[in-house]
Nanobody, 124 residues
Framework: QVQLVESGGGLVQAGGSLRLSCAAS????????MGWFRQAPGKEREFVAT????????YYADSVKGRFTISRDNSKNTVYLQMNSLGPEDAAVYYC?????????????????WGQGAQVTVSS
C-alpha cells in the first residue's frame, strides 16, 4: 500500500506563488510516475502536470504551461508543484497521484494512488 500526503496549500493573492509538496510512503517505491490534478467547486477533476521517475520527462496542461513547474526528489520520495502567477482560475483542491509505470498519462483513471488533497485559494 502507498500513502500520499500533500502539503503547502493555502491562501495567496492573485499574481503570487505557492509550492505544493507530496510525500509518498509505503511499499518499496521505485520507477513510478507522479502527477498533479486539481478540482474546483462544481467542476470535474482536471490534469495539471506529470513527471517521469527520472524527472527527465514532464507534461503540462496548456492552462498552466509556463507558470507551473513539476519536479521531484526521489531521495525524499517527494514531488513538488511550483505555481507562479496564480490567478482565480487556479483556485482548487490539488491532488497528487502515483502510477506504477513509466507512462505519463493525463487521465486520472490511469493513476493508482491518490493523496487527500490540498486547498489552494487565490484572492483577487
Amino acid at each position: 500500500q502507498v500513502q500520499l500526503v500533500e502539503s503547502g496549500g493555502g491562501l495567496v493573492q492573485a499574481g503570487g506563488s505557492l509550492r505544493l509538496s507530496c510525500a509518498a510512503s509505503g511499499r518499496t517505491l521505485s520507477s513510478y510516475t507522479m502527477g498533479w490534478f486539481r478540482q474546483a467547486p462544481g467542476k470535474e477533476r482536471e490534469f495539471v502536470a506529470t513527471i517521469s521517475w527520472s524527472g527527465g520527462s514532464t507534461y503540462y496542461a496548456d492552462s498552466v504551461k509556463g507558470r507551473f513547474t513539476i519536479s521531484r526528489d526521489n531521495s525524499k520520495n517527494t514531488v513538488y508543484l511550483q505555481m507562479n502567477s496564480l490567478g482565480p482560475e487556479d483556485a482548487a483542491v490539488y491532488y497528487c497521484a502515483l502510477r506504477w509505470d513509466p507512462l505519463l498519462p493525463s487521465a486520472d483513471n490511469e493513476y493508482d494512488y491518490w493523496g487527500q488533497g490540498a486547498q489552494v485559494t487565490v484572492s483577487s
